[in-house]
């Protein structure tokens, strides 16, 4: 399945694609919860899939005409993983890393496909990072790696946008990750059932104005998704609902010769094999 938000009559509600509609869940079956953390940690997954197949034209809307949010707008937990393919870190100039880089993110920070992305009027040093995203769907402490794939509710995709120059201002990074609508994920979450285990082996490709600046695939990560689960639920507990983001392949912007940065006007496509494309404009910061 293909599990988005939607936003109508003001508030933002769970949906399921299917085909050129979305099914809205709250019509088509309203004794769900209504956030998909909720859905998740209720074990309703089933309940899910029997109201999207059997949902009647009067529960959906046209895709196409539908606003989506991020799929989920406000997640417990944002655990962005750095550093996590070889290449990247070598054309980044940094040692491989033999445990994992982790920073947080905050939802402040991120849009929706469609939705701009914001150059800020403190740097121009926007560059982009084309990530596989994990969504738990079942909470735990202290998860088995060879148990940590159970605990994957889907995967979507991630533009883990940063302002170098802000995140290398000292050994924490969070500054420069986390500018106001800096970065982005969506438009769905594809379920886990649909795809390789741990979403290995798939293509991922950032295109800046459609010229291909990144093309790797999700198997050439240090740390792969079952590890990282393990790793990050030694320290604490994961929830329904949390977000990884993963870790970039090389390509990106500041590595090159010279840079290459995001700008007013551009507009970046990160595509992950069987999951989909997030598309996002860029523009300027209005500052008053």
């Known amino acids: 399945m293909r599990l988005v938000t939607l936003v109508a009559e003001g508030r933002a509600r769970p949906g399921v694609r299917r085909g050129d509609r979305i099914v809205d869940l709250s019509k088509a079956a309203p004794a769900l919860p209504d956030s998909w953390p909720a859905i998740f940690a209720a074990g309703a997954m089933a309940d899910v899939a029997r109201a999207a197949e059997t949902a009647g034209e009067d529960a959906t809307v046209p895709a196409k005409a539908a606003r989506l949010e991020v799929p989920i707008p406000h997640p417990p937990k944002i655990l962005a993983i750095g ?17 994992p880089i982790v920073f947080p993110r905050w939802p402040t920070s991120l849009v929706a496909d469609g939705e701009a992305l914001v150059c800020p ?9 084309a990530e596989l995203l994990v969504v738990i769907g079942t909470g735990g402490r202290h998860i088995a790696k060879d148990k ?25 990074w969070a500054m420069g990750k986390n500018f106001d609508a ?13 795809l390789p ?13 459609g010229e291909t ?7 050439d990560m240090i740390f792969d998704v079952a ?14 609902g949390d977000i990884i983001p993963t870790g970039t392949p090389p390509g990106v912007g500041f590595a090159r010769k010279p840079p290459v940065w995001m700008k007013p006007g551009d507009v970046c496509e990160v595509e992950i094999e069987k999951i989909g494309v997030l598309r996002n404009p860029v523009v300027a910061e209005r500052v008053a």
């Open 197 to 209: 285990p741990g979403a290995a082996g798939l293509r991922i490709q950032t295109r800046l104005n």
């Open 121 to 129: 009027a403190a740097s121009h040093n926007f560059d982009f990072e």
């Open 148 to 172: 940590a794939l159970d605990h994957v509710a889907g995967y979507s995709v991630f533009n883990d946008g940063s302002l170098r120059d802000y995140q290398f201002k000292s050994t924490q």
């Open 182 to 194: 800096s970065g982005a994920w969506g438009p769905d979450i594809v379920t886990a059932d649909e």
């Open 213 to 219: 600046l990144q093309d790797s695939d999700t198997g």
């Open 227 to 240: 590890s990282l689960i393990a790793t990050l639920s030694e320290v604490m507990t994961l929830e329904p």
């Open 83 to 99: 550093l996590n393919y070889r290449s990247h870190a070598e054309e980044s100039g940094m040692a491989i890393p033999d445990y």
